[in-house]
């Protein structure tokens, strides 16, 4: 399996991409949110991204929508994981079609299940 992470904290990636390669994920880590989309269109496109709502460039409600609204990425999940996010936001990004939410800071063994579920 494929996944994208698309978060901005460096640490969080590196720690989530060593815990989910452990696993036999392929990763693919992008920094900000043009990033994001920018590999989230390549192909092969990733089977899951855990996405991020505060990145530079762009916030992930804004990252969100324009995958859905693709034909390239609309159908691929997406789980957002935040810890700065009010019950207004996690309503709308489950409006905007995120297959699921995680709060940070988030065990390696919760994210691992949650990818591995909503890719199906």
């Known amino acids: 399996m494929k996944v994208l992470i698309a978060d ?19 990763v693919e880590v992008a920094h900000d949110a043009m990033q994001a989309l920018m590999f989230a269109m390549k192909l092969p ?6 996405l991020d709502i505060g990145m530079p460039g762009g916030t992930g409600f804004e990252v969100l929508k324009k995958l859905r ?9 997406v789980v957002v994981v935040s810890g700065s996010i009010t019950e ?7 409006e905007l079609g995120a297959a699921a939410f995680l709060r940070k800071p988030v065990d390696p063994e919760t994210l691992h299940e949650t990818l591995a579920r909503v890719a199906g």
């Open 69 to 77: 609204q693709s034909s390239r990425t609309g159908q691929i999940p």
């Open 8 to 26: 901005d904290d460096r640490v969080l990636t590196r720690l989530a991409s060593a815990g989910l390669k452990i696993r036999g994920w392929q």
């Open 88 to 94: 207004a936001d996690e309503a709308r990004v489950a």
């Open 45 to 50: 496109a990733p089977d899951v991204i855990a």
